[in-house]
């Protein structure tokens, strides 16, 4: 069993910046890749980012890319969602997850879900 806890999330003007932490529980946290998902009202939970178990491999959805970084600290037990040049389209809240493979998160599907962070940004 795997929980996660978001924070980091608020309110910040467009173009600016918001670093979201994810910790998790136990100590198998370097045997699952790590991923962040959002979700914005009346809309469906999108993929963000994601990042291998050892933190060698990232993906990005294309609409964060040269924006969000995804990285880990395997020693803390915690992944981050750096994300710079917000904008008004990045509201939403924000989910933490888990799960064995990249490849299920790439597919929005995952073992554990952390409770979410609101990231709202004024224009």
């Known amino acids: 069993q795997v929980q996660l806890v978001e924070s980091g999330g608020g309110l910040v003007q467009a173009g600016g910046s918001l670093r979201l932490s994810c910790a998790a529980s136990g100590r198998t946290f370097s045997t699952y890749a790590m991923g962040w998902f959002r979700q914005a009202p009346g809309k469906e939970r999108e993929f963000v980012a994601a990042?291998?178990?050892?933190?060698?491999?990232?993906y990005r959805a294309d609409s964060v890319k040269g924006r969000f970084t995804i990285s880990r600290d395997n020693a803390k037990n915690t992944v981050y969602l750096q994300m710079n040049s917000l904008s008004p389209e990045d509201t939403a809240v924000y989910y933490c997850?888990?799960?064995?493979?990249?490849?299920?998160?790439?597919?929005?599907?995952?073992?554990?879900w952390g409770q979410g962070t609101q990231v709202t940004v004024s224009s």
């Open positions: 990042i291998s178990r050892s933190g060698g491999t990232t």
């Open positions: 997850a888990a799960d064995q493979l990249s490849s299920d998160l790439l597919r929005r599907s995952a073992d554990y």
